[in-house]
């Protein structure tokens, strides 16, 4: 009998981490392996970010922090949600965790119940299904496909809801397929949600920054939805502050101080040098980093060109974040290299043994037909890579 909990043994353990961690296993045997497979920017974090946690340092600060974030931090992110979304938060609506994936957690553990259903549009990032579970919830999976760049219907949702439904996850723009909800999307959504006052959204919107369309839409922008969204950010993508571990929530002043309570009882504030940091970056125009978004379309472009020349890829087109999710349907049932490829968990691992390309099974974000690329790598990977698989699969 194991010592282990039952909450543990049952948890699936991260795909995105798990393909990483054997891409490095395999250079380790001095394998030359393209990593495709996290969601991490390829730039360093900009000097002005840098110099104000040297600054930091400098001024000592090296004490505890608030558990839900130093004041001026938490001002800065109501004037980022005000500038950037048009949505108006008071401190006490404002919670810094560290990292979003903190504060998804925090939400799932003070919102649900045992046996609570959540709603999550497939294909939706690794965790959302593992942290639900944690909080014993019920992870409720709405199949979307490549015909309809991903995105949920008002339709499907009002099919998904049912008595026990009590959250509605989403990301926009979405991990793993890049899909971006546009305003009207979102508000055919609103109309549906609005007959159900007791669920909760929660819109993740770690991606903001990375669209290339030009409007970025929040749910709690509309009126009647305002007081039942939570919206999730973060520094990590659009800062490339991956290791900086800053989250952020604003939402109901009820969930954020249960959210401050829960944070409180499991890791306090989060680091000080970090949220000093993320002060001066909130603070700076958004311009201040389109060079990042700008060099990722760049990449979106050539990734896509490069994929679509391969037989067996089906691609459509992201609008945001920095990941293509093609449909390898096509590869299930061949034999490739005495490799029968099954399903989209072989067809990655076939890539990683055969091609030396490190990408991620749709299988763990719900979707059983495609796999995650990324292309926040450089543009010489990214041919490299392409060129491998194209070899790999001929």
């Known amino acids: 009998m194991s010592i282990l909990s039952n909450r543990v043994i049952t948890m699936a353990t991260s795909a995105t981490l798990a393909m990483a961690a054997k891409a490095r296993e395999l250079r380790t045997e001095g394998k030359d392996i393209i990593g495709l497979s996290l969601g991490e920017p ?48 008071n401190p006490s609506q404002i919670v810094v965790s560290t990292g979003a994936k903190q504060s998804l957690a925090n939400i799932a553990l003070v919102v649900l ?29 709405v199949e979307t496909s490549i015909d309809t760049d991903f995105k949920m219907t008002a339709e499907q949702l009002e099919a998904a809801i049912t008595p026990k439904t009590k959250m509605l996850w989403y990301s926009s ?28 959204v929660v819109s993740d919107e770690i991606y903001e920054h990375i669209n290339y369309v030009g409007a970025h839409a929040s749910m709690a922008q509309f009126p009647d ?86 037989d067996g890829f089906v691609c459509n087109n992201p609008d945001g974040a920095f990941y293509v999710f093609p449909d390898v349907t096509a590869f299930f049932g ?35 037909n495609s796999i995650r690329i990324s292309y926040a790598a450089s543009a010489d990977q990214i041919k490299e890579a392409i060129k491998r698989i194209k070899e790999a699969v001929s």
């Open 42 to 89: 390829d730039f360093n974090t900009p000097d002005f970010i840098k110099d104000a946690a040297i600054q930091a340092i400098h001024d000592n600060y090296n004490s505890y922090t608030p558990v839900d974030g130093y004041v001026e931090l938490k001002n800065a992110i109501i004037t980022k949600f005000k500038r950037d979304n048009d949505l108006t938060y």
């Open 113 to 141: 119940n045992p046996g609570d259903e959540v709603i999550l549009p497939c294909p939706y990032w690794v965790s959302y299904s593992d942290i639900v579970k944690i909080a014993e919830g019920v992870p409720v999976e």
């Open 173 to 200: 723009p979405c991990n793993p397929s890049g899909s971006v909800y546009s305003k009207e999307e979102l508000r055919a959504l609103a109309d549906v949600l609005v007959k159900y006052p007791q669920i909760i």
């Open 225 to 310: 939805m305002y007081d039942r969204t939570v919206t999730v950010n973060g520094v990590s993508k659009a800062f490339a502050m991956t290791g900086w571990r800053i989250g952020y929530i604003g939402g109901p002043t009820e969930i954020a101080r249960a959210c401050n309570k829960m944070q409180g009882q499991i890791t306090s504030g989060a680091n000080c040098i970090a949220q000093r940091a993320v002060i001066t970056a909130l603070e700076a125009d958004p311009s201040k980093v389109q060079y990042m978004v700008d060099e990722f379309k760049n990449r979106r472009a050539l990734i896509l060109d490069l994929l679509n020349e391969i």
């Open 334 to 368: 061949k034999t490739l290299n005495g490799v029968t490829i099954r399903n989209a968990s072989d067809f990655a691992m076939y890539l990683l043994e055969h091609a030396n390309v490190a990408t991620v099974t749709g299988d763990a974000f719900g979707n059983p």
